[in-house]
T-cell receptor
Framework: DGGITQSPKYLFRKEGQNVTLSCEQN?????MYWYRQDPGQGLRLIYY???????QKGDIAEGYSVSREKKESFPLTVTSAQKNPTAFYLC???????????FGAGSRLTVL | AQSVTQLGSHVSVSEGALVLLRCNYS??????LFWYVQYPNQGLQLLLK??????LVKGINGFEAEFKKSETSFHLTKPSAHMSDAAEYFC?????????????FGKGTKLSVKP
């Protein structure tokens, strides 16, 4: 079945460490997105990419980086510059401008 | 600029009772509107969407929503709640031609269903 796979599901990080969250999709979608979810805050857009080798900052890009070397992959790196990284991270994809997102199951990052 | 307001961060209903989750939006252009559902520790799943045409939209699991332009609302309803409906629900807005970078989510409403 087609879908989005996020890994790892749970991740613990020490302060000062960079971590990378994986997002892979086999839906042949052009666009991919990373959202951060905090309790009571809804979803906030970190980065999105509409085509390979191109991506745009979202509302809260500071302290994060991404790459889009392949259509099916959109990894997110949480750097040590992100001051409050503990959160639930959701990856999503869509068929270009169709406006309907398909989400992965999420990755929960906890900073110790 | 577009925005979404979901009234009530928590809603509790009895099993079999009407479910009503409120969503109001702000948009200077005709909106596209969505409701997504999220079960604990999972991603979001599309319930229904409004783009153009019929203002009453039917979705999965017996949910429906009505687009009311005059009230700038897109409330989600279900006639009879089931225990399996307990989840968090998100309203979202964008507009025709807008990139997905313009999809704005509300802060969510957590629905509890009492037996």
């Amino acid at each position: 079945d087609g879908g989005i796979t996020q890994s790892p599901k749970y991740l613990f990080r020490k302060e000062g460490q960079n971590v990378t969250l994986s997002c892979e999709q086999n839906l042949n979608h052009d666009a991919m997105y990373w959202y951060r979810q905090d309790p009571g805050q809804g979803l906030r857009l970190i980065y999105y990419s509409q085509i390979v080798n191109d991506f745009q900052k979202g509302d809260i890009a500071e302290g994060y980086s991404v790459s889009r070397e392949k259509k099916e992959s959109f990894p997110l790196t949480v750097t040590s510059a992100q001051k409050n990284p503990t959160a639930f991270y959701l990856c999503a994809s869509s068929i270009g401008g169709a406006n309907v997102l398909t989400f992965g199951a999420g990755s929960r990052l906890t900073v110790l | 600029a577009q925005s979404v307001t979901q009234l009530g961060s928590h809603v509790s209903v009895s099993e079999g009772a009407l479910v009503l989750l409120r969503c109001n939006y702000s948009s200077s252009v005709p909106p596209y509107l969505f409701w997504y559902v999220q079960y604990p520790n999972q991603g979001l799943q599309l319930l229904l969407k409004y783009t153009t045409g019929a203002t009453l939209v039917k979705g999965i699991n017996g949910f429906e929503a009505e687009f009311k332009k005059s009230e700038t609302s897109f409330h989600l309803t279900k006639p009879s709640a089931h225990m399996s409906d307990a989840a968090e629900y998100f309203c979202a807005v964008t507009n025709y031609g807008g990139s997905q970078g313009n999809l704005i989510f509300g802060k969510g409403t957590k629905l509890s269903v009492k037996p």
